[in-house]
């Protein structure tokens, strides 16, 4: 088996599991136990077990801090709207250095504040957005998945410009160029199957995929600071749960954000 399908493989399994799970009500428990192996994966980036303790009890006490935002005067969403604006400007804001210098030097400290408002705001936005709409979750990791194995394989096959040498000298110009052209067409024809409207599809295929290249790009910036290939082996063809799941973490707050402002439009463009 080669290694892209291996990768096809990994991500449809994923997609299968999550289905089921949405079927039988148990998403936010597969959302929690994905949430703790990320959690688990990303604390191996710091050398120091103290901070990849003190990463972890950060994430915890995440849960519980909501509950005492009411007794401040504030309410409990003001929680999630924050964490998901830090989240969006984070990963804006890092794609631009990287962009602009390629230069994979993080402090601990440094990954340790990303990391954290990179993971939680993803989290919390997978939660919003299965109790507001569970077939739209689907569809985000859909569509990530297969952004990625259409970016593999034109980078493999056709790859010559390298976009970032230092970060991520496996992705090219030709990959990501084949990922943003054939996703909205690959989300068009089974828009039927997940019944939403073509204008969604192309939304989202469009959208999606340089999202999820900026996710990919941002973990490999910092496993490469943390002198990291992978996060983990547990995944044939990708290596862990974050580097399966790169683009579909960076994708979820920036979706929620959408839902959130543009509800209407959301299920207008999507829902038939």
């Not at 006490?61 to 984070?90: A, N, T």
């Not at 399966?244 to 999507?270: C, H, Q, T, W, Y």
Request: with cysteine; charged share 15%; aromatic share 14%.
């Amino acid at each position: 088996m080669t290694n892209l399908q291996k990768r096809i493989s990994s991500g449809l399994v994923l997609l299968f599991a999550l289905a089921i799970a949405i079927q039988a009500s148990l998403t936010t428990i597969s959302l929690l136990l994905l949430l703790i192996l990320v959690c688990f994966e990303f604390s191996k980036t710091f050398k120091d077990r103290i901070q990849s303790l003190l990463f972890i009890l950060a994430i915890i006490l995440s849960f519980f801090l909501p509950d005492y935002l009411p007794y401040l005067g504030l309410p409990k969403h003001y929680f999630l709207i924050g964490l998901e604006l830090l989240g969006c400007m984070i990963w804006i804001s890092l794609f631009i250095r990287i962009f602009l210098y390629d230069n994979p030097n993080m402090s601990s400290r440094e990954i340790f504040l990303v990391g954290y408002l990179m993971i939680m705001p993803s989290y919390m936005s997978a939660v919003f957005i299965s109790h507001a709409y569970a077939k739209l979750l689907l569809l985000i990791l859909i569509s990530v998945s297969f952004a990625d194995s259409a970016a593999y394989f034109f980078g493999k096959k056709y790859g010559k410009r390298i976009i970032l040498k230092n970060t991520s000298p496996g992705k090219t110009l030709e990959g990501l160029i084949g990922a943003i052209v054939l996703t909205p067409v690959f989300l068009v024809l089974i828009s039927d199957y997940l019944e939403i409207k073509l204008f969604g599809a192309i939304l989202l295929g469009v959208v999606i995929t340089p999202i999820s290249f900026m996710g990919d790009v941002v973990f490999s910036f910092i496993k490469r600071s943390a002198n990291m290939k992978d996060s983990s082996s547990l995944i044939p063809g990708h290596g862990g749960f974050i580097d399966l799941l790169d683009g579909s973490i960076a994708s979820l707050p920036f979706v929620a954000a959408l839902v959130m402002s543009a509800e209407s439009f959301i299920r207008n463009a999507f829902y038939q």
